[in-house]
């Protein structure tokens, strides 16, 4: 069975998607409509201009979510998912991929998300850090004995997993992680403490959007990031969505849930080839590309 599986922030390089602009007038239609309905000619930044513009999180998730949507469309009657799946913002890329969520539709959510997340970050300095090389549960155990904010955030594969919280709370858990022999403790350049209790004021934000979505039964199951699960019923896919900004990405464990659900083929629609080498870790045995 072949699982699509979508890409998250991190995954953004200048120039990305400007092969499909060029060269699919259905890709180029498509990226002219996202300037439009964004009110920003966003393939400007996205071909064009500079990693710091691209690092921005109102540009970077619409600009991943637009690179791996594209993608998918100009694969035409190659693509055919089994399942699909994404990490994070990529979620919302799998969704429309299903058909849960229009393109339209779609775009407006990341690029509301991306608003709401980016003011939670202005509001409370935070930041997240990787870890590489010590097991689940000893992370988390260290994480809940500090008397700050900080928690496991992205379960991303075997012996690698992202903390995430306040910046004092992350450089406890750093400290002690590596106290406890932990390989790493890589703090990451990122705008904020996603996945964690910090992102409560976007969580309580983006609902209010996704309620007033439409939200379309799938052509086959997505498996998202705060449960692991398969799911196919449109409002328990909304209220994990909405759950997915203040929960951790539960990204290994989907990977195994739809390994175990027959998965065999894993194809990685967007930029960058991360998802790849983290499913390789997950599922040895599986095959794994890009689209």
């Given at each position: ?236 896919v909304k209220e994990n969505l909405i759950a997915q900004l203040t929960a951790p990405v539960l990204w290994t464990q ?38």
């Amino acid at each position: 069975m072949k699982a699509y599986v979508f890409p998250g922030q991190g995954a953004q390089f200048v120039g990305m998607g400007k092969d499909l602009y060029e060269n699919s007038p259905v890709a180029k239609e498509l990226f002219e409509q996202a300037n439009d309905i964004l009110g920003f000619r966003i393939t400007d930044l996205m071909f064009t201009g500079t990693d710091e513009d691209l690092r921005q999180t109102n540009v970077t998730q619409p600009a991943i979510f637009l690179h791996s949507v594209i993608l998918a469309v100009t694969l035409g009657n190659e693509f055919k998912p089994d399942m699909v799946a994404g990490h994070s913002l990529g979620e919302f890329s799998s969704l429309v991929a299903n058909k849960t969520l229009s393109f339209e539709d779609g775009l407006k959510l990341v690029f509301a998300r991306a608003q709401a997340m980016q003011k939670a970050c202005e509001k409370e300095p935070s930041t997240m850090a990787a870890i590489i090389g010590l097991s689940d549960e000893k992370v988390r155990e260290i994480c809940a004995s500090i008397d700050e904010i900080v928690v496991p955030a992205n379960y991303n594969s075997p012996g690698q997993l992202v903390i995430s919280g306040s910046i004092k709370g992350v450089e406890i858990a750093c400290e002690q992680i590596k106290a406890a022999g932990a390989r790493r403790a890589l703090p990451l350049k990122v705008g904020g403490a996603f996945h964690s209790p910090l992102m409560e004021p976007a969580r309580i934000e983006l609902s209010l959007a996704i309620h007033n979505t439409w939200f379309n039964p799938p052509v086959c199951p997505v498996y998202q990031n705060a449960t692991a699960q398969r799911v196919e019923d449109p409002q328990v896919v909304k209220e994990n969505l909405i759950a997915q900004l203040t929960a951790p990405v539960l990204w290994t464990q989907l990977v195994q849930q739809m390994i175990a659900d027959g998965a065999d083929t894993f194809i990685e629609v967007g930029p960058g080839s991360v998802l790849q080498g983290l499913i390789a870790k997950i599922g040895p045995g599986v095959t794994v590309s890009g689209a």
